[in-house]
């Protein structure tokens, strides 16, 4: 417990490189023309020299594989199945609202990033601060999708629910016409619209 590596009595150690590099590229080399190297003596980034040297600086270092929410991809929906996300995406069927006679109707989706690469450890959400909104031409019907913009802390894909709502002011409501709804993801400096995403029945 004295910070130290006391030789003779502590025996085993990793002996990390004496550079630190992110390799952006995982080609398992540190790369300085494309601005890998962080910090170490770049001549020598990826191995240590062997041995135990008691002196100077100690680099910690942990390897993290990071998956980032992407903007420039179109982000995926999938059907929700009591209460929880699925890995099941969305189809026509699922996307159809009918409304039956009622006033509203609401239809629960989730919604990840476009990065595959993710889904191995149950997808990404959209980045922090997206913004999830839905738009139709229809005059008899409006949608709007809740939980948007997207939070800071999120640890997996989002669950939504679009609210479709009459918008008829007669007495009893006059029965909304068909029509569509697209939903639109605003992320960073990215819009990428699904036009046409919902159906709405009457």
């Given at each position: 417990g004295?910070?130290?590596?006391d030789?003779g009595?502590?025996?085993?150690?990793?002996d990390?490189?004496?550079?630190v590099?992110?390799?952006k590229?995982?080609n398992?080399v540190?790369d300085?023309?494309?601005?890998?190297?962080?910090v170490?003596?770049?001549?020598?980034?990826?191995?240590?020299?062997?041995?135990?040297?008691?002196?100077?600086?100690a680099y910690?270092?942990?390897?993290?594989?990071?998956?980032?929410?992407?903007?420039?991809l179109?982000?995926?929906?999938?059907?929700?199945?009591?209460?929880?996300?699925?890995?099941?995406?969305?189809?026509?069927?699922y996307?159809?609202?009918?409304?039956?006679?009622a006033t509203?109707?609401?239809?629960?989706?989730?919604?990840?990033?476009?990065?595959?690469?993710?889904?191995?450890?149950?997808?990404?959400p959209l980045?922090?601060?997206?913004t999830i909104t839905?738009?139709?031409?229809?005059?008899?019907?409006?949608?709007?999708?809740?939980?948007?913009?997207?939070?800071?802390?999120v640890g997996?894909?989002?669950?939504?629910?679009?609210?479709?709502?009459?918008t008829s002011?007669?007495?009893?409501?006059?029965a909304?016409?068909?029509?569509?709804?697209?939903?639109?993801?605003?992320?960073?400096?990215?819009?990428?619209?699904l036009?046409?995403?919902?159906?709405?029945n009457?």
């Amino acid at each position: 417990g004295n910070g130290t590596f006391d030789v003779g009595t502590e025996t085993v150690y990793d002996d990390v490189p004496v550079g630190v590099c992110n390799d952006k590229n995982e080609n398992g080399v540190c790369d300085l023309n494309s601005g890998e190297f962080i910090v170490g003596v770049s001549t020598n980034p990826d191995a240590g020299n062997g041995a135990w040297d008691n002196a100077g600086t100690a680099y910690a270092r942990l390897n993290r594989l990071l998956f980032f929410s992407r903007t420039d991809l179109s982000p995926r929906v999938y059907k929700v199945s009591a209460g929880a996300c699925t890995s099941t995406l969305v189809d026509n069927a699922y996307m159809t609202v009918t409304m039956g006679g009622a006033t509203r109707a609401f239809l629960q989706f989730c919604v990840r990033d476009g990065n595959v690469n993710a889904d191995s450890s149950g997808g990404n959400p959209l980045m922090s601060g997206s913004t999830i909104t839905a738009t139709t031409t229809s005059s008899t019907f409006s949608a709007a999708v809740d939980n948007s913009p997207i939070p800071a802390v999120v640890g997996g894909p989002t669950m939504h629910t679009m609210l479709i709502q009459n918008t008829s002011t007669a007495t009893p409501p006059v029965a909304i016409t068909a029509g569509k709804a697209d939903i639109k993801f605003t992320m960073g400096g990215s819009i990428i619209t699904l036009p046409n995403a919902v159906t709405v029945n009457p």
